[in-house]
């Protein structure tokens, strides 16, 4: 079992800048994948940003050149840069992580951390 606490989430001005924390706890042998994921009120959950084990990342075009995603194994955390943060990207961000035993795979949430970009 894995365990996933986001933190970071606040309230901030267009143009400003967040970063997102999201340490993994528990059994964390065999996590591959992580990722955020955001839902913005009345909206369905999307894909913000995505990086491999082996550090490959991958991006929404609404986020390109503005989120950087990263991660440091040796904490098993993921972290989320966020720059020049617009209103529309207001929502609950939720980071979640794949982990990989023989032929089964097994994803974790977290429970969001709420971001709120004031115009």
């Known amino acids: 079992q894995v365990t996933l606490v986001e933190s970071g989430g606040d309230l901030v001005q267009a143009g400003g800048s967040l970063r997102l924390s999201c340490a993994a706890s528990?059994?964390?042998?065999?996590?591959?994948?992580m990722a955020w994921h955001r839902q913005a009120s009345g909206k369905q959950r999307e894909l913000v940003a995505g990086?491999?084990?082996?550090?490959?990342?991958n991006y929404a075009d609404s986020v390109k050149g503005r989120f950087t995603i990263s991660r440091d194994s040796a904490k098993n955390t993921v972290y989320l840069q966020m720059n020049s943060l617009k209103p529309e990207d207001t929502a609950v961000y939720y980071c979640?992580?794949?982990?990989?035993?023989?032929?089964?795979?097994?994803?974790?949430w977290g429970r969001g951390t709420q971001v709120t970009v004031s115009s």
């Open positions: 990086i491999t084990s082996g550090g490959r990342a």
């Open positions: 528990g059994t964390i042998f065999g996590i591959n994948d």
């Open positions: 979640n992580a794949d982990q990989i035993f023989g032929s089964a795979k097994y994803t974790y």
